[in-house]
């Protein structure tokens, strides 16, 4: 008798309330795609348009936040979808039944998980922050955060590309990157309360995360989706704009001038990696023509620096980390990316 | 309304960002931002946003998030780079598609650039025929002007250009560069390279920025204001459309 009631029940709600919210999902979509087919109709009219008379330097501020945007749109939305599969998809022991138990050696490994995933660094945040979610503490994302842009098979294969194994460039930004995802990662598990170190809204987030809610996988995919995007996306305009703005501001032949001290040197990658911001998977084949500028340690640098700390990386990871915890791991990662160039301009 | 509008503002933003690409690759202007290799890449992940957008929008799934509510600088904060990034979204949508201009092509020394500095070798081209020389850009003419500024490696050797108007620094009234952007991943890292073109007075006819072809052979440079060994001196020179890739790679 007990067991007919629920079904009763169950039955009635799903006949009260089914057509009605399938028939506002049919709504909702038909005002999903007016709105997008609006913006695309708005931009066939104004692109057509010749330009409003912007001056030549904005309009290249404009030119170039615009370019880092659609650069990096590609890997941010491959980084939501692959956090997404690690989220909503994979069994949430998957990841940790095979991890060594002793902390130095997981990070180790975690370190190794980005040979393959071909995601660069701004794709990485959105896969870090789901590996929070899944239980990973906040070293060991963090050292995943670090490790994975440099030794993700299209930067390999990129910086093999642009330099071969010459001069140990190659090489050394392997083992560099490595070296820095481990340190940091233990450096940070110094730290009695690791959670602290999470922005509130995210750990928060991490909190509210913990618990079971009744969503079916697909609907979870799509509040992943939406909270990601909204965490991110404000990060990549703005993060965008200003490094545009500072690309318009600071004459190029500043920092070339200052390339063949090995010191000096090193100090103006870490600065021109910095502010160009530019994707770890390309950045080989931007530093190439100042190969012959740079000391081969100088150019390690700049590709041990550039993929973990740059303009726009610090405006998507302020999404997840305090701006105290980015300024230590700025600190950090320039003082050893700074000492691996310095040995290698010295040894080699 | 405001927690909503955090909570919808990323799906906006993507929604806008993959507009704007879809639009460039329908009407073939990514390369105007991203090295040809990476158009189908970011095409298809942009429909894959695409896809993704409109189906939370349709679906609207139940927020398990539990946001706290903004106070005081937060909420500031909060509101400043939802402006901003608004602007931003903008600015994708309202603004024309456009090159990098001369003044970033200044800006990031024209001058002193290397870019492509081994494209071509001055052995190799020392008796080349006049129909290698014709496919020569901008790029092949300068890595041979920083080999070698000998006038009679040049002479009897016809060049025939495609770029756009930087004026030169030092002698703006006699020479501007004829200018093209190098680039490798996107225009983020777009370098600038370009040969010192000697026409007097060429501000009556034509524009900085302008895009122009040039015909013409390297001789001694007769300006004295500017100490370039040699410049390009045109026999024809006519405005152009700006090619449909605007950019070497």
């Not at chain 1, 530093?287 to 740059?310: H, K, R």
């Not at chain 2, 016809?158 to 501007?176: C, K």
Request: a negative charge.
């Amino acid at each position: 008798m007990t067991t007919t009631v629920p079904a009763s029940v169950d039955e009635h709600h799903q006949h009260d309330h089914r057509p009605r919210r399938s028939r506002n999902r049919w709504l909702w979509l038909a005002i999903g795609t007016l709105g997008v087919a609006g913006i695309l109709g708005l931009r066939a009219f104004t692109g057509a348009q010749d330009s409003f008379g912007v001056p030549g330097l904005t309009a290249d501020l404009l030119t170039l936040a615009t370019s880092v945007i659609i650069e990096s749109l590609p890997f941010v939305v491959l980084g939501i979808a692959l956090s997404i599969v690690v989220q909503a998809w994979l069994p949430d022991d998957l990841l940790m039944r095979y991890l060594p138990n002793s902390p130095v050696l997981r990070r180790a490994a975690i370190s190794m998980f980005g040979i393959a995933l071909p995601v660069c660094e701004c794709g990485n945040v959105p896969l870090a922050r789901g590996l929070v979610m899944k239980g990973f503490t906040v070293p060991e994302s963090m050292t995943f955060l670090l490790a994975a842009p440099i030794i993700n098979p299209i930067t390999i294969v990129t910086t093999h590309q642009a330099f071969g194994f010459d001069d140990g460039i190659l090489v050394g930004r392997i083992l560099g990157g490595l070296a820095i995802a481990n340190i940091v990662g233990w450096l940070f598990s110094l730290h009695p309360q690791p959670n602290s170190l999470l922005t509130d809204r995210f750990a928060a987030q991490c909190a509210a995360g913990s618990h079971e809610h009744r969503q079916s996988r697909s609907e979870k995919s799509l509040d992943i989706f939406m909270r990601e995007s909204s965490v991110l996306m404000p990060a990549v305009f703005i993060g965008s704009l200003i490094a545009g703005a500072i690309q318009v501001a600071v004459p190029r032949d500043v920092l070339v001038s200052l390339g063949s001290n090995p010191l000096w040197s090193i100090l103006a990658m870490m600065l021109l990696a910095f502010v160009i911001s530019v994707c770890s998977s390309v950045d080989a084949f931007f530093i190439l023509p100042f190969a012959s500028t740079f000391m081969p340690g100088s150019i390690v640098t700049f590709l041990v620096f550039g993929p973990i700390i740059d303009i726009k990386m610090l405006a998507i990871m302020r999404t997840t980390f305090p701006g105290k915890v980015l300024l230590q791991l700025s600190l950090v990662v320039a003082l050893m990316s700074a000492l691996i160039g310095l040995v290698i301009n010295y040894v080699a | 309304m405001w927690p909503s509008l955090q909570r919808w503002w990323g799906v906006i933003l993507i929604l806008v960002a993959v507009c704007a690409t879809v639009w460039l690759g329908v009407t073939q202007q990514l390369v105007l931002y991203i090295h040809p290799r990476y158009v189908v890449f970011t095409v298809v992940m942009a429909g894959i946003a695409l896809v993704l957008g409109v189906l939370s929008i349709a679906v609207r799934p139940a927020d398990t998030e539990g946001s706290a509510p903004r106070r005081g600088w937060s909420r500031v904060v909060g509101g400043l780079a939802l402006l901003l990034s608004g602007a931003v979204a903008l600015t994708l949508v309202l603004i024309p598609p456009t090159t990098l201009s001369s003044a970033t092509a200044s800006q990031r020394d024209i001058v002193g650039s290397t870019v492509g500095s081994d494209s071509q070798n001055v052995d190799e081209v020392e008796n080349a025929d006049d129909e290698l020389l014709a496919s020569f850009t901008v790029v092949d003419w300068a890595s041979l002007l920083r080999q070698t500024s000998d006038p009679s490696f040049y002479a009897n050797k016809t060049a025939d250009l495609v770029g756009f108007i930087t004026a030169s620094e030092d002698d703006p009234s006699n020479i501007f560069y004829l200018s093209r952007f190098t680039v490798t991943c996107c225009a983020v890292d777009a370098q600038p390279t370009g040969v010192a073109v000697y026409a007097p007075e060429w501000q009556n006819e034509f524009e900085v920025d302008g895009w122009i072809e040039v015909t013409g052979s390297f001789e001694t440079n007769p300006s004295s204001r500017s100490d370039l060994p040699l410049v390009l001196v045109p026999e024809t020179m006519t405005a152009v459309e700006r090619p449909s890739e605007p950019y070497l790679y």
